[in-house]
């Protein structure tokens, strides 16, 4: 990822489940997981969660930062998602914003 305020470095998602929305007439899924930014400067990891709509391929999530280390140690924060699945599958295309609250 690359980024204002020189936050570069790279991203990783776990994803925990694809758990259908009950009574979801679009068939879309919720996508409970783990985000984690790594930079030079330190880590954050993200508890997060998506809805993805599977015939498109497009999902958007919102998360909240729940560990942190070296420069970002202590800090707190939301960080929203949106982005799409590529054509095989295999890979996605993530926007994220970062709000960041350092102590």
Request: proline residues 5%; without cysteine.
């Amino acid at each position: 990822f690359k980024g204002n305020h020189g936050f570069k470095g790279t991203s990783a998602f776990s994803a925990l489940a694809f758990d259908p929305i009950p009574n979801d007439p679009l068939g879309r899924l919720a996508v409970p997981g783990e985000s984690t930014y790594t930079t030079s400067d330190g880590q954050i990891t993200v508890s997060d969660v998506s809805v993805f709509v599977v015939d498109a391929g497009t999902f958007a999530g919102i998360g909240r930062i729940v560990a942190a280390t070296g420069e970002f140690a202590g800090a707190t924060g939301n960080v929203f998602t949106y982005g799409h699945a590529s054509e095989d599958g295999n890979s996605f295309t993530t926007n994220f914003v970062i709000e960041i609250e350092l102590p």
